[in-house]
């Protein structure tokens, strides 16, 4: 992923308003158990899916939204991630906690612009508008 200096321009005012200034009361700090496991997750994907190779964690948040009955999401939570990259720009990292067949923090969305937006029911259940506000993920 390449990144111009007008998407890292964009990225830093979105980030600025969306996710880097305040913080949802719906969103926490991660664990650190957690911490480990999202900063694991999102260096590998982004070392291997994009053209960053100094990826820095700016910030993480790990949304707080209760998301109801088993079936209806294959996640048990979902996370933020910003990244920054001397060489590729600010990204931001939606990633998501499968809760069956291997376990574990995937990163679902990479992007500067919309991350997430894309993703429905299959991968929230009912719960994507309320998780995507609480990370402070704003779709059109």
Not at 108 to 113: P, Q
Request: glycine share 12%; net charge positive.
């Amino acid at each position: 992923m390449r990144l111009t200096s007008a998407t890292v321009a964009s990225v830093c005012l979105a980030a600025l308003a969306g996710c880097g200034g305040g913080h949802s009361s719906t969103s926490r700090p991660p664990t650190p158990t957690e911490r480990a496991a999202l900063q694991q997750a999102a260096y590998d994907f982004v070392t291997a899916k994009t053209d960053a190779r100094n990826p820095q964690i700016v910030r993480m948040r790990v949304a707080s939204v209760p998301l109801g009955s088993p079936g209806a999401s294959p996640y048990a939570a979902f996370a933020l991630v910003q990244l920054s990259d001397p060489d590729a720009g600010y990204a931001v990292a939606l990633l998501g906690y499968r809760k069956r067949q291997l376990s574990g923090w995937r990163v679902l969305a990479l992007g500067s612009m919309q991350v997430g937006c894309g993703l429905g029911r299959n991968v929230f259940g009912s719960h994507g508008p309320a998780v995507r506000r609480a990370l402070g993920l704003p779709c059109a």
